[in-house]
């Protein structure tokens, strides 16, 4: 394809969406908003001291934790795709009250994302997330029993690290939770089914021949696709600080992380892996107003668990963490608690 023929596609394929763009914008039109978190900072955790994981690749990863490395449980947070490890900032105010001293959270930016140093395009893949995240395990909490969190694109490379570490869950991770993510590819649920577009092999196109245009054309197609992006971020009406949050975080993640990455979004496929998974206590959390992932691919993904617990979060978008924060904390609580008790019952076995 040549440039002008991708600029062309571009073009028309944004005007497709922009005409949709008020669909999806009409669920939340003309509803009131309420400031519930004024004072908030959702950059509190950037205080916190910050340490870097060198990839098997070079690729610097960000990491920041809150609590001793010598408590009993280690959770290591994955966030999603064109987002940051702020994500979690709720989870983490809120179970830190909870858990104080017997809990250490874990929370990085994943490649190309946040702080952490932009990758080589062809490895923009969930197979190499998962390799990101085992090296970030056995660098920062190489003993001791995990949980691991991930939403969206955090919980893809949740299941890859099932597939490609088996052993990790035979032996150290306790517990996995899988916020409004999916073993298979977008294209198969959702509005991830426009991924199967022309208008992204456009962009892939351009992102290879003219990086320079794609970053200047981002502004231009964000101010027509914003209020899909919105649209599926959340399913009510939610405070404009938290929408301002969350815009923010894509409006900063560079135009390149999110075109190399669309391709294994679209493709990949981790299904194998889900009897790995069933070895330990997971939850399986969705909104059943995400159009990105529909609640039925939470539902697919929980009956090939044994031990899940399977929670269905009214009303909720995508980013379900940050719209129902209470939900998703009491959740992870219950799935803390459980992880505990799975690595007693280890414990017991191992004594014989």
């Known amino acids: 394809m040549t440039l002008w023929g991708s600029l062309g596609l571009l073009g028309a394929s944004l005007a497709t ?115 990101d995240l085992g090296t970030v395990v056995d660098t920062v909490a190489p003993t001791g029993p995990v949980i691991v969190v991930g939403h969206s694109m955090g919980g893809m490379t949740t299941i890859a690290l099932a597939a490609q570490r088996p052993e990790l869950f035979d032996e150290r991770i306790v517990g996995v939770g899988l916020l409004a993510t999916t073993a298979a590819g977008l294209t198969k649920t959702g509005i991830g089914r426009n991924l199967e577009n022309p208008v992204i092999d456009g962009f892939r196109h351009l992102a290879r021949t003219a990086p320079g245009f794609v970053q200047y054309a981002r502004g231009a197609a964000k101010a027509i696709i914003a209020p899909i992006l919105r649209a599926a971020s959340y399913g009510t009406v939610v405070s404009p600080k938290l929408v301002e949050f969350s815009d923010r975080m894509l409006a900063e993640t560079s135009v390149l992380t999110i075109v190399n990455f669309l391709r294994t979004l679209e493709l990949h496929d981790e299904s194998a892996a889900l009897p790995v998974l069933g070895q330990v206590p997971a939850l399986v959390l969705c909104g059943d107003a995400d159009m990105i992932i529909p609640f039925s691919g939470s539902e697919e993904l929980a009956a090939a668990l044994p031990d899940v617990e399977l929670k269905r979060v009214r009303g909720a978008g995508h980013l379900v963490q940050l719209e129902f924060p209470e939900v998703v904390v009491g959740a992870l609580d219950r799935l803390i608690q459980r992880g505990f008790a799975h690595d007693a019952g280890r414990r017991r076995a191992a004594i014989g």
Request: aromatic share 8%; glycine share 10%.
């Open 17 to 131: 969406l922009g005409s949709n763009a008020g669909l999806y914008a009409v669920r939340t039109a003309g509803l009131p908003a309420h400031e519930i978190y004024g004072e908030e900072d959702f950059d509190a955790m950037l205080a916190l001291p910050k340490r870097t994981v060198r990839t098997e690749d070079g690729v610097e990863l960000a990491v920041r934790e809150v609590g001793s490395a010598l408590a009993p449980l280690t959770i290591v947070f994955v966030h999603g795709y064109c987002l940051r490890m702020q994500s979690w900032h709720l989870q983490m105010r809120h179970l830190q009250e909870r858990w104080g001293k017997d809990v250490r959270m874990v929370f990085y930016d994943q490649r190309g994302h946040g702080e952490s140093t932009a990758p080589r395009s062809k490895s923009c893949t969930i197979a190499q997330l998962g390799r």
